[in-house]
């Protein structure tokens, strides 16, 4: 007997369901399957000896498999399925692309797949920077207001893992990247936020026009109840809201007086905006202010902080939050693991983690809120084919008392760039991740600074910049406690 749940989703997505890719989300969608006692075709270019004991896990549900090798024929294996989930990471064969609108075969991503699902109210955020830390300020905001939220998406827990357990009235807050964004069609976000858009992923999107069309469809399916937040400072969030249809808001890490009392922006009125008078944070909407908290009661650092607690007000404002709940919560966040994360100050030495600084913004961004003393920085990683000048300028006005230990592809066209670009700075490069951080550690002097910000992917080494910045840990605890012995 088919049971109602079952229904809806044969209603929604087909009878025949593709899973490419099972990494964290592939088996985040099996399991949702298995849960509805529904079947699965699944796709991964893995080695099969990397995948084996995991496929043995969903036995049950996987009635056809295609592992180490992609299909010869997609035409066949689109006229057997009628949904394909795509994962994230993963780019698709231009050729089974074409096979797949011809048949009018839908290949969404889970946050597509799980925003149909769902009976809440979402928050989405994107940006290059700054939305983990947003939509963590977020949700922490909404339950320090007694309102359930929950926080998903790619900051690490896959969306359609919590979608049974969202009710009527509860928020979820979304984190998503553009590669997920690539794969929507009705995804529709109540708020959506972008907090900034620099130069990343640019192999994946071609240029910087895509990867700004890319960020953009968070505020594609938006109507006129629907709230747009943008960060006025950064024009490129400007041109991917583009002309959405939803509500316009703004925010600024400057003083209401720098700013126009009212403004349009791409054609469309800004209806409220959140900045700064004097030293408080504060809205401004109808044209009376509301001052929220001082900024020297936020307690993580940094300008970009300043601009992600502006940032995560205003959603959670327009989430119906007080300004008084909003401060409370604001006051209390103490950042997330793996951002700027303070490990420790021994020996007079500090010690901060920020292996999330994927891409070059990421890491001028860390070294402007840790701007005094001697710093040694870990930088490199795996290549995406970033443009590194931007950050060999910022490093260059800081040479004196800054010293690179490089590591990874991308450490060693550093190194190359380093030299032939004559920047005079301080390098040395290393063989492996760990190599470089036992150097570093072991080069340390009281005033020091140490900073892991590679500035670069991780996939070199490790499966994701999480692994990566445990492992920084992980060598710093070993590296400590053989001096203690």
């Not at 469809?217 to 960060?231: C, G």
């Not at 950064?234 to 991917?240: F, G, I, K, Q, S």
């Not at 890490?253 to 905006?273: K, M, R, T």
């Not at 910000?453 to 710093?476: H, M, T, V, W, Y």
């Amino acid at each position: 007997m088919t049971n109602q749940s079952e229904k809806n989703i044969r209603e929604l997505f087909g009878n025949r369901i593709a899973i490419y890719g099972v990494g964290v989300t592939g088996q985040a969608v099996l399991d949702y399957l298995r849960s509805k006692s529904l079947t699965a075709v699944v796709i991964d270019d893995s080695p099969y000896e990397n995948l084996k004991n995991l496929l043995s896990n969903y036995e049950d549900i996987i009635t056809r498999s295609f592992i180490g090798d992609l299909p010869r024929d997609w035409g066949s294996l689109f006229s057997s399925n009628d949904t394909m989930i795509i994962s994230p990471g993963i780019k698709l064969d231009p050729k089974a692309e074409e096979i797949a609108r011809e048949k009018n075969i839908p290949i969404i991503s889970e946050i597509e797949m799980a925003y149909r699902l769902c009976k809440g109210k979402i928050i989405a955020v994107t940006g290059s920077n700054g939305k983990s830390t947003v939509v963590t300020m977020i949700h922490q905001i909404l339950i320090k207001a007694g309102i359930t939220s929950h926080l998903v998406g790619n900051i690490g827990k896959p969306f359609i893992s919590i979608v049974d357990e969202v009710n009527e009235g509860d928020w979820v807050v979304v984190e998503v990247s553009s590669y997920q964004l690539e794969r929507i069609e009705k995804f529709k976000p109540a708020i959506a936020l972008i907090t900034n858009i620099t130069e990343d992923h640019l192999a994946r999107h071609g240029d910087m026009k895509g990867y700004i069309a890319a960020k953009g469809r968070i505020f594609e399916n938006q109507n006129s109840d629907d709230h747009a937040i943008i960060n006025h400072e950064e024009p490129n969030t400007w041109r991917a809201f583009g002309n959405a249809s939803s509500k316009l808001h703004i925010f600024a890490s400057v003083d209401f007086e720098d700013l126009p009392v009212s403004e349009y922006i791409n054609g469309h009125l800004v209806e409220a905006c959140a900045a700064l008078k004097s030293d408080m944070l504060a809205f401004r909407i109808d044209s009376e202010i509301d001052e929220i908290m001082s900024i020297s009661e936020l307690q993580v650092p940094g300008e970009h902080n300043i601009q992600n607690a502006l940032a995560s007000a205003l959603a959670a404002h327009h989430a119906g939050v007080a300004s008084k709940a909003i401060a409370s919560a604001l006051k209390e966040f103490k950042g997330i693991e793996h951002r700027i994360e303070f490990l420790g100050e021994i020996d007079g030495v500090l010690y901060y983690n920020d292996s999330k600084a994927t891409n070059v913004d990421s890491t001028i961004t860390a070294l402007k809120a840790l701007s005094t003393g001697t710093i040694r920085l870990i930088l490199g990683g795996s290549e995406k084919g970033s443009d590194f000048n931007p950050l060999y300028r910022f490093l260059k006005d800081r040479k004196e008392s800054l010293t690179l230990y490089l590591t990874g592809p991308s450490g060693r066209r550093m190194a190359d760039e380093i030299e032939t670009g004559n920047w005079n700075l301080k390098f040395t490069l290393f063989d492996s991740f760990e190599k470089a951080s036992n150097a570093v550690f072991n080069d340390a002097k009281d005033g020091d600074t140490i900073l892991l910000s590679p500035a670069c992917a991780s996939f070199d080494e490790f499966k994701n910049f999480e692994e990566r910045g445990q492992k920084f840990k992980e060598i710093l605890i070993r590296f400590l406690k053989g001096k203690s012995d």
